[in-house]
């Protein structure tokens, strides 16, 4: 297995488990949150989904800059279901998976990616690990939603 390819198996054994908890929350349940100032199930959904789109801009562009210039397709979609979500983001998890495909052992360790303007620049391959990062969280974060709601949790440890 080359680098790329344990790149891609980390991002695809991500979000097999994140759909496992995604898939889990009940209908009922989708819009709770634990108080006033926290994303919903849905929004941490959305979030999950349109960050890593966002993400992917910004690797295409070098930096945060590129995000002035993209129009955002997540902005004006309204949430419908956990399904509907990923169905609508299919085709740009593909297109991210697929720039994945195309980098090179150089690109991962030399090119670097400008976010100085929240406080960091970064190398392609360390970005690709937050990105990665970003959803485990996330994901974390709804297993916690579903332990305080009582809901059943999948087990996501296979």
């Not at 495909?101 to 937050?130: A, F, P, W």
């Amino acid at each position: 297995m080359n680098v790329n390819e344990l790149i891609i198996l980390n991002f695809e054994e991500i979000r097999r488990r994140s759909i496992m908890v995604w898939k889990s929350i009940p209908e009922k349940s989708i819009d709770w949150k634990p108080d006033e100032n926290a994303l919903t199930c849905a929004e941490i959904i959305r979030h999950v989904l349109e960050g890593e789109y966002l993400y992917h801009q910004i690797l295409l562009g070098k930096g945060s800059d590129a995000l002035s210039d993209i129009s955002n397709p997540f902005e004006t979609k309204k949430f419908i279901s956990v399904d509907d979500e990923i169905e609508f983001s299919k085709q740009y998890r593909e297109e991210f998976i697929n720039y994945i495909k195309n980098l090179n052992t150089d690109d991962l360790e030399n090119v670097e990616i400008d976010r100085s303007d929240v406080g960091y620049v970064r190398t392609l391959g360390d970005m690709l690990m937050r990105i990665a990062y970003h959803e485990s969280v996330h994901t974390g974060q709804l297993l916690d939603y579903m332990r305080t709601m009582n809901i059943e949790r999948p087990n996501i440890w296979d």
